[in-house]
T-cell receptor
């Protein structure tokens, strides 16, 4: 595997379900990100982890719960979601180096539909 | 005022022409600027980044940055139908951990 991988690629869940999204990066990066992309809206940053520590939480509802067990893996745990949470969820990673440009590389995304 | 602004398009150009995509940003202290290409139903793919005033060229792509005018652009020379996609401009702010702020993207259509 190369780059950033995400599973599952598609997910349909009811509002009472609990599911998890998984992201894995094979780039040797030490920062990982969750984004939400809805139609006609810019990418919304949800969470940032650097060296497995959460450094940013953009007022995301508690029904989204991130977990970063190591610098290569990132999870997004989902429970009691709402239909408006249906979107493309993107994971990204970057190298955290002082003075660097911190370009982020994205995984293929998980298309989530909440019914 | 949006932090990163792009014309949503679509921008239509004939094959072989130069496509010019523009982006303005509001945070004067922004450090780095990125262009991503996103095909329909796919994730964003990094094309180029630039952090110094002036031009940066990579193959058919040229990024141009003017910090005084808070303006960054992407030129695509010899446009191909395969360049048809949405182009996202992203700006790394001066505050916040490596945070990128994205524009809504410009849809480019290259006709054969």
């Amino acid at each position: 595997e190369t780059g950033v991988t995400q599973t599952p690629r598609h997910l349909v869940m009811g509002m009472t379900n609990k599911k998890s999204l998984k992201c894995e990066q094979h780039l040797g990066h030490n920062a990982m990100y969750w984004y939400k992309q809805s139609a006609k809206k810019p990418l919304e940053l949800m969470f940032v982890y650097s060296l497995e520590e959460r450094v940013e939480n953009n007022s995301v509802p508690s029904r989204f719960s991130p977990e970063c067990p190591n610098s290569s893996h990132l999870f997004l745990h989902l429970h009691t979601l709402q239909p408006e949470d249906s979107a493309l969820y993107l994971c990204a990673s970057s190298r955290n180096v002082a003075g660097g440009t911190y370009e982020q590389y994205f995984g293929p995304g998980t298309r989530l539909t909440v019914t | 005022q949006k932090e990163v602004e792009q014309n949503s398009g679509p921008l239509s150009v004939p094959e072989g022409a130069i496509a010019s995509l523009n982006c303005t940003y509001s945070d004067r202290g922004s450090q780095s600027f990125f262009w991503y290409r996103q095909y329909s139903g796919k994730s964003p793919e990094l094309i180029m980044f630039i952090y110094s005033n002036g031009d940066k060229e990579d193959g058919r792509f040229t990024a141009q940055l003017n910090k005084a005018s808070q303006y960054v652009s992407l030129l695509i020379r010899d446009s191909q139908p395969s360049d048809s996609a949405t182009y996202l401009c992203a700006v790394r702010r001066n505050t916040g951990f490596q945070k990128l702020v994205f524009g809504t993207g410009t849809r480019l259509l290259v006709s054969p």
